[in-house]
């Protein structure tokens, strides 16, 4: 079931990539280029983190394998943690944002489309599936070093003579 999160997250973790590279090629192509700069230091920000956190799903996808083929030597470096944790709060701000932003639109009568509530949704339910994962990963990876930790013990007391 994990594994299957795990691939959703990865192919929604794609979705979001591509969505913001039409947004970047568009700004960049764009001759009315009056944005602030704060505004393209952000959308730099949850880009790179979208590709570090495409990584770090890429790479973490090797644990959720069955116990036998796991190698707990690697571990997954905190660049790759951090990336996530910013792509995920930051698709969480941008969901408060677009919420917000519908909510007010809703308010003057403008007519609302299934396409907006969608994103909506899409983007509520991969930030908390991306911080669920996140914990679980850490959690798992706690366990597998337990139990390596154990192994490695009753292996030594096996192998030690008195």
């Not at 489309?113 to 908390?128: E, I």
């Amino acid at each position: 079931m994990i594994r299957v999160l795990k691939i959703l997250l990865i192919l929604s973790g794609l979705f979001c990539f591509g969505g913001l590279s039409v947004i970047v090629y568009i700004l960049l192509t764009n001759e009315n280029n009056s944005g602030s700069i704060i505004a393209y230091l952000s959308l730099a920000l949850v880009y790179m983190a979208s590709i570090v956190n495409l990584v770090y799903h890429i790479k973490s996808f090797q644990f959720y394998k069955k116990k036998e083929n796991i190698t707990v030597a690697f571990k997954v470096s905190k660049v790759f943690w951090i990336g996530a944790i910013v792509f995920n709060g930051a698709l969480l701000v941008l969901f408060g944002y677009a919420l917000y932003d519908y909510l007010r639109l809703m308010s003057y009568g403008i007519a609302h489309q299934l396409k907006d509530v969608l994103l909506l949704v899409f983007m509520l339910v991969s930030c908390v599936l991306g911080f669920l994962e996140l914990s679980l990963l850490k959690n798992r990876l706690k366990k597998l070093r337990l139990e390596r930790h154990t192994k490695d013990e009753i292996d030594e007391i096996g192998s030690s003579t008195i």
